[in-house]
């Protein structure tokens, strides 16, 4: 028997397919209007002979570094697809071995962008010429990052080969990463406060953040950047052996007592007893069946109020912690990452529900067979997202005024988070930017959350393929408005913060409401058509421009 015949055919397969070689060039293309957006911002600085190179490569670098770490998703759902399908057991009917399923799969969902992350290498090396970053350092850094690709791929394949569930499959991926990239480092920060500097430097080298961190030492040492890479690199391997030991074990259903006392469990901790079930059917069903369907898990709500609490807590904890040296940068900061998290999961939370009824046909069947009509469905699917996201939203903007009031101090005298950590000192903002900043920031994120909204129940009529609506709309809805933003602003950026701000506020209202009123009439006129799924066929080039100039 061929050694890894999944591994050979993937390789065989991507090398006759187009797709490997789109990936690599855009990617690449990507990579080059990013650096020349950064070179064209300090095109004036008088530190272009040195600091400037080192940021522009600290910019580019946690770029590369934040896609490897969101990577995982190529592989999250690989092998639990598989088993919903119905097609692994197949699989298991050859003499093939677990591993050679798993490196399969690890090949054929890691290759292009594998590729294409290759193809950014030369753009970051760029920045050797503007000095400020030596060779070594460049090494070290892509060397991290293509362990960090590794250790991604393998942690999702890992959670995808226990799980059966996409959703779940894809959270288990973010919670394994989570884990080493947040909880560790934070964990470590703890220990080494507490006076406990020897058990903080072990887990901080299992963290692939700390050998990101010490990319900067000598490659000729033994430093801690050689052991916590070789750790981590350990760590991938050991995922991977894992999967391959649970998949042939795990592949089918095993009904027993113990896993259906826990699966009951969890699903009336998820649905509620029955009492409370049927409590919400009588009040729901009579509003909109379909509000009913979608709103019957409160596992929803309780994750999002929990890990906006989560979020709340940690940087309260930092900002006490650091005695207030900068708060505005500190509450920009936590402005910034909170919206983006709760825009991040509206997306996600208005496609998941109609896109998966889609793909099984339960929708066609619910449009069909039952009087409901398709303005019945949509505003059932905005009452749904309503009682999921309206009260944390009012939590977050409450929250945002907060920090204005804390930042601003009208009485003068030491604020609250001041005076709790020992320092009462305040970094006020004479300018009135931070405030202006703020009501931008809240009103677009009332305006970001009606068009994801439209945006997100369009893309997951119109998507024909698999689990791709939220990243549909994230792009056009978040991505869009910033990728204008950049190129907009590099021009207008002599005119200060004020410009800046207006420029982004137009933006956004001006995209939100282009995309909101586009994705409104697309949904109402097509509804129905677009019920039924169909995978998209590989129609190739001239396929798909004679599909677009047909319509």
């Known amino acids: 028997m061929t050694f890894l015949p999944i591994v050979l055919r993937e390789l065989r397969v991507a090398a006759r397919g187009k797709a490997l070689y789109r990936a690599r060039f855009w990617t690449a293309v990507t990579a080059v209007g990013l650096g020349s957006y950064l070179m064209l911002m ?24 934040l896609y ?24 298991f009917l050859t003499d093939l071995k677990g591993y050679d399923i798993v490196l399969g799969k690890l090949c054929a969902n890691s290759l292009k962008s594998f590729y294409g992350f290759i193809a950014t290498f030369p753009v970051v090396s760029c920045v050797l010429v503007m000095g400020g970053v030596t060779g070594v350092e460049l090494f070290l850094v892509a060397l991290e990052l293509l362990n960090l690709f590794f250790f991604a791929h393998a942690a999702g394949l890992l ?55 010490e990319a900067s030492a000598s490659a000729t040492q033994l430093s801690g950047y050689w052991t916590s890479l070789l750790l981590v690199h350990l760590c991938a391997w050991f995922f991977l052996a894992l999967a391959s030991l ?50 019957r898990n409160r596992l929803g709500a309780i ?60 929708l066609e069947i619910l449009l069909s067979c039952t009087p409901l009509s398709v303005e019945e469905i949509i505003a059932g699917q905005w009452r749904a997202l309503r009682r999921l996201f309206l009260a944390p939203v009012v939590a977050v903007l409450a929250f945002d005024v907060l920090l204005i009031i804390l930042s601003q101090d009208p009485w003068h005298r030491p604020n609250l988070i001041g005076a709790l950590s020992g320092n009462p000192r305040r970094r006020p903002d004479p300018d009135g930017n931070f405030i202006l900043f703020v009501f931008v920031a809240m009103i677009l994120l009332c305006a970001d959350a009606l ?17 791709r609506a939220a990243g549909q709309t994230i792009m056009r809805v978040i991505i869009l408005p910033c990728i204008l933003m950049g190129i907009f602003g590099a021009v207008l950026a002599s005119g200060g913060a004020p410009v800046l701000l207006v420029l982004w506020f137009l933006i956004g209202m001006i995209t939100d409401a282009i995309l909101s009123a586009t994705a409104r009439d697309q949904l109402y006129a097509q509804f129905r058509e677009l019920s039924a799924f169909v995978r998209e066929e590989p129609l190739g080039l001239l396929g798909n421009l004679g599909r677009m100039f047909g319509k």
Not at 68 to 91: F, W
Not at 253 to 270: E, H, M, S, V
Not at 314 to 334: H, P, R
Not at 451 to 467: K, Q, T
Request: with cysteine; charged share 20%.
């Open 451 to 467: 068009a994801i909204g439209w945006v997100g129940i369009w893309r997951a009529m119109a998507e024909r393929r698999p689990r």
């Open 159 to 213: 959670v995808s080969a226990v799980s059966r569930d996409s959703r779940r499959a894809n959270g288990g991926a973010a919670c394994v990463l989570i884990f080493f990239l947040l909880v560790l480092p934070v964990l470590a920060a703890w220990l080494k406060n507490q006076s406990h500097p020897s058990a903080a430097e072990v887990l901080q080298l299992f963290s692939p953040i700390f050998a990101y961190e």
């Open 68 to 91: 490897c770490a969101l990577l995982a998703r190529n592989t999250a759902d690989c092998i639990s697809d598989e088993k919903r399908e119905g097609t692994l057991g197949l699989l």
């Open 246 to 295: 649970l998949l042939p074990r795990c592949w089918q259903d095993k009904p027993g007592r113990i896993n259906l006392r826990w699966n009951a469990r969890f699903r009336q901790w998820c649905f509620g007893p029955p009492a409370f079930r049927e409590r919400l059917r009588l009040k729901l069903i009579g509003i909109n069946p379909f509000f009913w369907l979608v709103s």
């Open 42 to 65: 300090f095109r004036n600085t008088s530190r272009i002979g040195g600091g400037a190179g080192l940021m522009i490569f600290h910019m580019l670098t946690g770029v590369g570094w």
């Open 303 to 362: 994750l999002v109020w929990g890990f906006l609490g989560l979020v709340f807590c940690g940087w309260f904890w930092a900002l006490c912690e650091s005695g207030l040296a900068d708060s505005i940068s500190w509450f920009v900061m936590t402005i910034l990452i909170t919206h983006t998290i709760l825009k991040f999961w509206m997306a996600s939370e208005a496609c998941s529900h109609l896109e998966e009824q889609r793909r099984t046909g339960a």
